[in-house]
């Protein structure tokens, strides 16, 4: 045992006397091994042993070997690195690993405050690593957030369908559902999810509670999953994009054709996955667009008019409708303007098209991608 503490020190000093800059891959890798090789146990018993493992955290921070000396030599206080690693790697397994270690710790407080912190995609990213830890804290952790308005939709999604995956999850999300304050622009998130669960039970309270949407005929839609699967034909998608009974001519524009009215689809594919814009066609209220929004304005007169508001002044407003036409209110001649809660695009346009016509839709969407 001395001699291999002998030629541990010696493998320390060597790397470490070099932290101040870059260690060299293959050096650190033997230091690790060294300090593998004495063991917990005569790590922590030797000061200087126990001082050279700090200084290796420090130097594997962020990558799963750091989730695996933490775990090894059950070293406590580094949960923000054991969350650092779970936010770059969240459905690996170093990822999972550093959050299941932080659960087991008990000491939450920096979780807590990531999930609800400014930067919405370190914390998108933990949700979804959490929801690979199947761990029995997910409802209390992410049923604040799915009921939390202030919360970005980038966060609240990904929360759902993490809670979807555990029984207690899904039956928190059914609770929200039955007492109506499952937030309206996540019902399809739930609906998709908990439709799709493997417990009799929740999957049959889902189905009256959140049905699924309804397909050409009025018959239920298969499940995402299941549609996400299926082959689409893009030649055949574009034909059902144009089709008249459809109608995403009529108010979106592609490579210069089509009407001017929605967001520019030449590039969507690029921008949105296949999951998202189907998403965006069964509920296109659940995430409208920045600049999309539609508002209704009553004149005076008793006219209606809805549309987006292009631009507006001090004495009057430019609203275009549908169509792509654009009609210029004077202020002084409008009684009443509102925002509206729904998209300016249709909700049941899949009911226009068949199963297969919905997804050679998608696989056309798919492929408009920048050039």
């Known amino acids: 045992m001395k001699r291999l503490l002998h030629t541990t020190f010696c493998w320390l000093a060597l790397g470490l ?3 101040a800059q870059p260690i060299d891959p293959e050096k650190l890798n033997t230091m690790i091994e060294a300090l593998t090789r004495l063991g917990p146990e005569a790590v922590k018993a030797n000061p200087r042993l126990t001082d050279a493992l700090g200084k290796v955290l420090t130097a594997t921070r962020g990558t799963p070997q750091f989730v695996q000396l933490v775990e090894q030599f059950k070293v406590a206080d580094q949960n923000s690195g054991l969350l650092e690693v779970a936010a770059k790697h969240p459905a690996a397994e170093a990822g999972v690993t550093a959050l299941r270690l932080v659960l087991a710790s008990g000491d939450t407080v920096a979780l807590s405050t990531a ?31 799915v009921t939390d308005p202030q919360r970005d939709g980038i966060v609240r999604k990904p929360a759902v369908r993490a809670l979807a995956r555990t029984q207690e999850g899904a039956a928190g999300l059914l609770q929200l559902a039955r007492e109506d304050k499952l937030p ?21 309270e889902a189905a009256k509670l959140l049905p699924p949407p309804l397909g050409q005929g009025d018959k239920a839609l298969p499940p995402v ?64 667009s920045f600049g999309f929004e539609a508002w209704t304005f009553e004149t005076q007169a008793g ?11 001090g004495a009057e407003v430019s609203v275009k409708t549908v169509g792509g036409a654009v009609t210029k209110l004077k202020k002084s001649d409008v009684a009443k303007r509102h925002p509206s809660k729904l998209s300016s695009m249709p909700a049941g346009l899949q009911q226009a098209m068949t199963v297969q016509e919905l997804a050679d839709l998608l696989e056309y969407l798919a492929t408009l991608k920048k050039k």
């Open 115 to 145: 999930l609800k912190g400014t930067n919405v995609v370190f914390a998108a990213r933990l949700v979804e690593a959490l929801g690979n830890t199947g761990a029995k804290q997910l409802p209390a952790l992410l049923l604040p957030l």
């Open 17 to 19: 006397g070099a932290l």
């Open 184 to 204: 309206a622009e996540l019902k399809f998130t739930a609906s998709a999810e908990l439709n799709a669960v493997r417990w009799p039970e929740l999957k049959a």
């Open 303 to 313: 006219e209606e008019i809805f549309g987006l508001l292009v631009s507006e002044t």
């Open 225 to 288: 999953a299941e549609l996400l699967a299926m082959k689409g034909d893009a030649k055949r998608g574009a034909e059902v994009f144009s089709r008249e009974a459809v109608g995403c001519a009529k108010c979106h524009v592609v490579n210069g054709q089509g009407v001017d009215f929605g967001p520019a689809l030449s590039e969507i594919g690029s921008k949105l996955g296949k999951d998202a814009l189907l998403e965006s066609i069964l509920d296109p209220s659940a995430g409208i």
